[in-house]
């Protein structure tokens, strides 16, 4: 089997076609097949630039046949030192698994924790072998079984017998009845959407590292139908108690089933992406972080606290602390800016979350590698949010998410206290 090629980039970076990046050509049909998902998804992923496309702020992995593109987030350069870009890139792979995990977004293991034979792997090889695992795990507590409507014939009455269907189906043959019933078997949606997973991993040209585990897991299914899956198969999903333990391996096989777009004619350019919003990522991980800590610090948050603004429209911040009598919003953005040179919009939006929760004080909260960025607040000249306090104030945070051990770049188990002295 031909080895598979790999290519890392970071979010916002351009490649073109006929160019090499780490040693791996990226050819005109690569490019027609990312041109023909992109399309697939609105444009949502990539921009799409002469004989190229530029990455968004979109990252994870791409598989196009066998050709495997990673897309690292990168808010700024980890190591200073030059020529350190493989590096860069290598931490930055960490941090994104050690992000998706703390958000709660997938619980995706962490290279140090990794199987040793997936440590230089990509980060679909990964994505897959944790789904793989998840799969694995519900077969050892066994398939879940439910009650489903069926309708066909049957040699004793049971159920509705449908009359129509009786009579032109079964006049040569009185002793069968066409009823609709009620089955208790492993038939049904969560199965079904397993099963249709695997049979997507099964058809990436990837390594034999986990082909051999898809046909034993298949083969640990029942024969099962096969219907067409779509979001909206996922959006009317209601787990109870005896398919909780299916959550993680759907949330997996979600991705998996939706960013999958067949090669119809040749099958040798299936392209499989999954990708995550770094924008989402960073506000859903600093969310789970502060979470953990407000029992210790002593506060209480809520994520998207939404109210009434005009008409039928909503406002939500991302997050809104209440500590002791004070209340403070925070909006996360994950981009490189200037301190102190905010937008006119973002303090815009801040002035109208700093009245509609009666917050004294709000701030933009950026992502930064510098250690104990220090920026002071500035002043709305109108408008007093609540009577305890005549100042109106916001201001631009930064917050420093990693840390160096022993040479390795990590995330920090803790922030709480780092953003909560950024408003005193």
């Known amino acids: 089997m031909p080895r598979n090629k790999s290519i890392r980039v970071f979010e916002y970076d351009e490649?073109?076609?006929?160019?090499?990046?780490d040693g791996v050509l990226f050819e005109e049909k690569d490019l027609k097949a990312i041109q023909q998902f992109n399309d697939k998804n609105k444009h949502r992923y990539f921009t799409l630039t002469y004989n190229g496309l530029k990455f968004n702020s979109y990252v994870g992995v791409v598989q196009i046949g066998k050709l495997t593109i990673e897309i690292l987030p990168k808010a700024d350069k980890l190591f200073t030192k030059d020529n350190c870009d493989e590096a860069d890139k290598n931490a930055w792979k960490q941090i994104l698994l050690e992000m998706l995990k703390k958000s709660g977004m997938i619980n995706m293991i962490s290279l140090t924790n990794a199987d040793l034979r997936l440590q230089n792997s990509s980060l679909?090889?990964?994505?897959?072998?944790?789904?793989?695992?998840?799969?694995?795990?519900?077969l050892r507590k066994g398939l879940v079984k439910q009650y489903r409507q069926n309708k066909g014939n049957v040699k004793a009455l049971k159920g509705r017998l449908l009359f129509h269907q009786q009579i032109s189906k079964n006049s040569l043959h009185k002793e069968r009845f066409y009823t609709e019933h009620q089955v208790y078997d492993y038939n049904h949606i969560v199965n079904q959407i397993l099963i249709k997973a695997l049979t997507v991993v099964e058809?990436?040209?990837?390594?034999?590292?986990?082909?051999?585990?898809?046909?034993?897991l298949k083969m640990s299914f029942p024969d099962l139908l096969t219907p067409t899956i779509t979001e909206r198969t996922f959006t009317r999903l209601l787990l109870n108690r005896k398919t909780q333990h299916y959550k993680s391996a759907l949330q997996l096989a979600k991705l998996i089933i939706l960013n999958y777009s067949p090669d119809l004619q040749g099958g040798k350019d299936d392209v499989l992406a999954i990708l995550f919003n770094?924008?989402?990522?960073?506000?859903?991980?600093v969310f789970k972080m502060?979470?953990?800590?407000?029992?210790?610090l002593d506060y209480k948050i809520s994520y998207q606290n939404q109210k009434q603004f005009w008409n039928t429209k909503l406002i939500k911040p991302d997050i809104v602390i209440e500590k002791d009598t004070e209340t403070f919003v925070i909006d996360t953005k994950w981009k490189l800016v200037d301190a102190n040179r905010p937008s006119d919009a973002d303090l815009k939006q801040m002035y109208t979350y700093n009245m509609y929760w009666e917050a004294n004080k709000s701030m933009l909260l950026y992502p930064t590698s510098k250690i104990n960025l220090h920026t002071e607040f500035g002043e709305f000249h109108k408008g007093s949010p609540n009577l305890q306090s005549e100042s109106n104030l916001c201001k631009m945070g930064f917050l420093n998410i990693w840390e160096s051990s022993n040479g390795d770049i990590k995330l920090k188990n803790k922030i709480a206290e780092e953003v909560l002295n950024q408003f005193k």
């Open 278 to 285: 770094m924008n989402e990522l960073w506000e859903r991980y």
């Open 203 to 216: 058809r990436l040209p990837n390594s034999a590292l986990y082909l051999d585990r898809i046909s034993r």
């Open 290 to 296: 502060l979470q953990g800590e407000q029992n210790d």
């Open 15 to 21: 490649i073109k076609q006929g160019h090499t990046y």
């Open 124 to 138: 679909l090889d990964l994505y897959i072998n944790h789904f793989l695992n998840e799969v694995e795990l519900i």
